[in-house]
């Protein structure tokens, strides 16, 4: 069974900057292999991706509302993904899910940016 395990979501101004974190583990699944994303949701809407990195960490992707703003990152010996969210802005708020291939994906972490 694959686990993944966001967090690092909460409230932040606009402005301010959010870490999340999502820590994976299972038996079948080597992360260090695969690429990873980060998607987002909001209510009534549909997941948004947001970034993906490979699984040697030197290439990464991002949506354009998000570049120059966001950092993936990974630390395959932790088995843990990372995104950096700087600059945030409320229409940045949303639940953040880390996701891998074929059909992967965490919790969810939530994060509110709000004066």
């Known amino acids: 069974q694959v686990q993944l395990v966001e967090s690092g979501g909460g409230l932040v101004q606009p402005g301010g900057s959010l870490r999340l974190s999502c820590a994976v583990s299972?038996?079948?699944?080597?992360?260090?292999?695969?690429?990873m994303h980060w998607y987002r949701q909001t209510p009534g809407k549909e997941r948004e991706w947001v970034a993906t990195?490979?699984?040697?960490?030197?290439?990464?992707n991002y949506a354009n509302s998000v570049k120059d703003r966001f950092t993936i990152s990974r630390d395959n010996a932790q088995n843990t993904l990372y995104l950096q969210m700087n600059r945030l802005k409320p229409e940045d708020t949303a639940v953040y899910y880390c996701?891998?291939?074929?059909?992967?994906w965490g919790q969810g972490t939530h994060v509110t940016v709000s004066s």
């Open positions: 299972g038996f079948m699944f080597t992360f260090s292999w695969n690429t």
């Open positions: 996701h891998a291939w074929p059909d992967y």
């Open positions: 990195i490979n699984s040697a960490g030197d290439d990464t």
